[in-house]
């Protein structure tokens, strides 16, 4: 029932938010945000019940992906008080949408429930909302590049008229890598100082990718600092950070949750 009715105040927001664009509001109406702080209130007791459960916590991947688009919609909307935002809701919500879908249908028991210890459970919360605001600076490249692209070809008009600025979108760009990029650096910290015997527990695969991840977003924030890199350079290299966060996290539980448990 909570991912139901999560499912359809996304929905709503999400045409009011596409009807709102195509009349060219640079605002959409109060309706909106008011739909959206109701689907995260529905978002965050189903997100809970999916992972919580009497024997321990169950991370299996369909039950965590509704976690992560939860921190992140949670981001995007407190961020949207001070700053035009609601637009990256427009890709947000689909994908939320898709993993609540998941959630719902495929997110059958798992056998790997577990007790957290308060550091381990620590690591997580940390690593959800590096993963969650990481996926959020994905997003807003995509966003960035479409702006760029249309505004060297001279197509200055429709949605590009809503969005703010070019020199503001990068600068938003960047806070958000580098928040992103701090709260990844505390969660692989956290993981090396309370997650013990990491080959046991099938996490070096993991440790791998989110390693070649920090290597890559802090190349990045270094070129931007050293060398000015913005545009499309900034685009591919937010874009290589999180396919190796991808890979870190949710393609290695689908290859030991999926192809491996077959």
């Known amino acids: 029932m909570p ?3 999560t499912l359809a105040l996304y929905c709503s927001a999400w045409f009011l938010l ?6 060219r509001k640079s605002q959409p109406p109060i309706i909106v945000p008011v739909l959206l702080a109701l689907a995260l209130a529905c978002h965050a007791y189903g997100a809970y019940s ?3 459960t009497p024997y321990g916590y169950d991370f299996n991947l369909f039950r965590i992906a509704p976690l992560f688009f939860w921190v992140a ?3 995007v909307l407190a961020s949207s008080i001070r700053k035009p935002l609601y637009n990256m809701f427009v890709l947000l919500l689909p994908f939320t949408a898709l993993s609540l879908l ?15 210890s308060g550091g381990v459970l620590t690591h997580i919360v940390l690593s959800i909302f590096a993963y969650s605001t990481l996926t959020i600076a994905t997003i807003h490249a995509l966003i960035l590049s479409y702006q760029n692209n249309q505004l060297h070809n001279r197509h200055a008009g429709g949605l590009v008229r809503l969005l703010p600025p070019l020199q503001t979108m ?6 958000l890598l580098w928040t992103g990029q701090i709260l990844l650096t505390v969660a692989i910290a956290s993981g090396a100082i309370f997650v013990d015997n990491m080959m046991a527990q099938h996490l070096a695969h993991k440790s791998v990718f989110s390693a070649l991840a920090w290597l890559t977003y802090s190349v990045l924030l270094w070129g931007r600092h050293q060398l000015g890199w913005r545009g499309n350079i900034a685009v591919r290299w937010t874009l290589a950070g999180f ?4 890979l870190a996290y949710f393609g290695s ?10």
């Open 243 to 246: 396919g190796f966060l991808i």
């Open 73 to 75: 919609n949670l981001l």
């Open 3 to 5: 991912i139901t009715l």
């Open 170 to 175: 990068e600068a938003l760009l960047f806070e």
């Open 50 to 52: 999916l992972i919580a």
């Open 253 to 262: 539980k689908f290859v030991l949750e999926v192809l491996l448990s077959k």
């Open 18 to 23: 596409i009807r709102s664009l195509k009349q």
């Open 102 to 116: 998941c959630a719902l249908f495929f997110a059958s028991a798992s056998h790997n429930v577990i007790q957290l």
